[in-house]
């Protein structure tokens, strides 16, 4: 049984412990930050690097990820990337628990000592790492096998958009199925951290070889499983809430205190330094906070079961200089006085990054998607009035041979029909109505052909077409292509895919027209492929990748950008066009972008810092 009661005074002599040695933990956790952030995620970052050019490629986008992982260099590259990525974490932990054992074992260790002491444990940390990750992929295999074979038998019929939009009892079947699924998970996940608990201290402490220390970690813990849970869950539920007060803090602080500091360039700047540096401190204050008391928590358990937790003798010697909780504070200090510093580099650079001239153009996704059933005539047809400079739609092969403007691989969502847009003619596919669903004022609406598009839009509006594979097609592109010639629309067309493969099929065949690839998630250096723009996903549209694109003379289009809020935050990352279901919408948005003082815009900067969830659309 689990005496509530008795972990609650537990715990508060945990953090008394930790209030008396802050010093110490802090210290070392500053200092390993700065260790990891100078020379492992480099690393890291050199050997995803590497990984990625395994493939042949500069970078790797969305499916093709999981290809080049499901192949044996690119499984071999994830053990690796996997098991570096897991020593950065076992690292900060095994540095925290060093201090939290000199703590138990009534020494004063400083930091130099610590990080000496792990130095020489680095091979024995990383074997632990590699070992860990690959026990917990094993472990959650028969999880995702399990999700795999429930898609496959209550998601798989029609196209996932239409289970996304209608929402079909199987659907709410497969969801329900998919939470017991993930809850299991989720045990699963907490019973292999209870059997590993132990296993970094008797690594560090007791001398025990990493598999060694798995197996005694895993005794050690059979008898008490349940009350080591219930202290992990209570660990984890408490990270959630100091997480969310500081999240609660500094949205206030955005929604109330900002606004008034408006008036003026130089106060509004000051307050944003300010905001920038309270959160950079409080979110770094949670951080080591639930760090230092999971090692403390951890150094509890280890000795209340009797395991030996003493430090291997003349690795870490006693407290050996004269002052070294000075030493530690004045560590504090410089790193205090750099986050300050930190927090003025931010701001002076978002002020440098801030787009003054904005020249971003409106792409109308699938058409006017939001006011006219997506990839219609009516769709173009709104885009066209609303002012935007482009059209995006989608197109596929029919099995007769046509190209036909439509987004997903079946009719389910946009008309209630099965039939699949590869297995079917266009002349039956064009019996559907695909507007009635939208509202019935659309019931007249048909799947058109990319030529009675691209008639449509000649003149009017530029024309950006995706190409879709669902592995069905035959000769796509080239059909694409010289539908383009018939029309006289070259000047006036751009193509873009998420597979990239695809893309440079249709760059082969004609070299001179415009094409970008469009990405949800990526791997590697995205602005050095061979495509004249990136089309990405806003939350992957990073101020910092748009630079790299500019600088390598691609555009960057955004997607699906349909919140004012989003629209004129990625005006003001440089985005060269937003891709919108809301096309007059986002006219209107940089209209007024235009006519904004340097102050508003440097507010609008502001609540791009705190980016807000939902704002974008998946494609």
């Not at 508060?12 to 492992?40: D, G, M, Y």
């Not at 399990?146 to 239409?162: C, F, T």
Request: proline share 3%; charged share 15%; with cysteine.
């Amino acid at each position: 049984m689990v005496d509530m009661h008795s972990m609650y005074r537990e715990a508060a002599e945990l953090i008394r412990r930790l209030r008396a040695n802050w010093t110490r933990f802090l210290a070392i956790h500053v200092a390993v930050s700065v260790l990891v952030f100078t020379i492992l995620t480099p690393l890291a970052t050199a050997l995803l690097r590497l990984s990625v050019s395994l493939s042949g490629k500069a970078a790797l986008s969305d499916q093709d990820i999981l290809f080049f992982f499901l192949s044996p260099a690119g499984f071999l590259a994830l053990l690796l990337l996997g098991s570096v990525f897991s020593i950065i974490i076992f690292l900060g932990h095994a540095a925290l628990l060093v201090v939290a054992g000199s703590v138990q074992a009534g020494r004063a260790a400083t930091v130099k000592q610590v990080l000496l002491f792990l130095t020489g444990r680095m091979a024995g940390l990383f074997q632990l790492a590699v070992l860990v990750l690959l026990r917990a992929l094993l472990n959650l295999l028969p999880f995702v096998l399990l999700v795999l074979l429930l898609y496959q038998l209550m998601l798989s019929d029609y196209d996932i958009n239409y289970y996304l939009a209608e929402k079909p009892p199987e659907w709410k079947w497969a969801i329900a199925l998919g939470g017991v699924i993930a809850a299991a998970c989720g045990a699963n996940l907490l019973r292999l951290f209870v059997n590993w608990v132990f296993c970094l201290p008797l690594m560090l402490f007791s001398g025990r070889s990493p598999m060694q220390a798995l197996a005694d970690s895993q005794s050690a813990a059979r008898e008490d499983r349940v009350v080591i849970a219930a202290w992990l869950l209570t660990w984890l539920l408490a990270g959630l809430l100091l997480t969310g007060v500081v999240s609660g803090l500094l949205t206030l602080a955005a929604m109330y205190l900002i606004p008034g500091a408006a008036a003026s360039v130089k106060t509004l700047l000051l307050a944003l330094g300010g905001v920038s540096l309270v959160g950079f401190l409080l979110y770094f204050a949670v951080t080591f906070t639930v760090s230092s008391w999971l090692s403390l928590l951890i150094m509890k358990l280890f000795d209340e079961r009797g395991l030996k937790a003493e430090l291997a003798p003349g690795t870490l010697a006693e407290a050996t200089a004269a002052h070294p909780l000075l030493a530690d504070r004045r560590v504090v200090g410089w790193a205090l006085l750099a986050g300050f510093v930190a927090a003025l580099l931010l701001t002076w650079l978002l002020v440098e990054r801030l787009q003054f001239d904005s020249s971003t153009e409106v792409i109308a996704h699938r058409g006017a998607s939001a006011a006219a059933p997506e990839n219609t005539i009516a769709a173009v047809q709104i885009a066209i009035d609303s002012g935007a400079q482009w059209v995006e739609i989608d197109v596929q092969e029919t099995a007769d041979g046509h190209v036909a403007v439509i987004h997903d691989s079946d009719l389910k969502k946009i008309g209630g029909s099965a039939l699949t847009v590869a297995g079917s003619t266009l002349e039956q596919l064009q019996q559907v109505d695909i507007g009635s669903w939208f509202g019935a004022e659309f019931a007249d609406q048909r799947i058109p052909t990319l030529e009675e598009v691209l008639l449509l839009c000649k003149g009017r509006i530029g024309v950006n077409i995706e190409l879709k594979y669902y592995g069905k097609q035959v000769r796509l592109e080239q059909r694409v292509a010289e539908i383009v010639e018939r029309t006289g629309m070259m000047e006036q067309v751009m193509f873009m895919s998420l597979s990239y493969d695809g893309i440079q099929i249709l760059h082969g065949l004609r070299p001179e027209w415009k094409v970008g690839l469009l990405s949800s998630v990526a791997l590697g250096r995205l602005a050095e492929l061979d495509v004249d723009f990136l089309a990405l996903n806003g939350r992957a549209a990073s101020r910092n990748l748009i630079r790299q694109a500019h600088k390598m003379g691609k555009q960057v289009m955004v997607w699906t950008v349909n919140d004012p809020v989003a629209m004129a935050s990625m005006i003001g990352r440089g985005a060269d066009a937003l891709i919108t279901d809301e096309p007059e919408l986002a006219v209107t948005v940089l209209e007024h972008f235009e006519q904004l003082e340097p102050t508003e815009r440097l507010l609008i900067q502001l609540a791009d810092l705190f980016d807000r969830p939902g704002l974008y659309r998946e494609q």
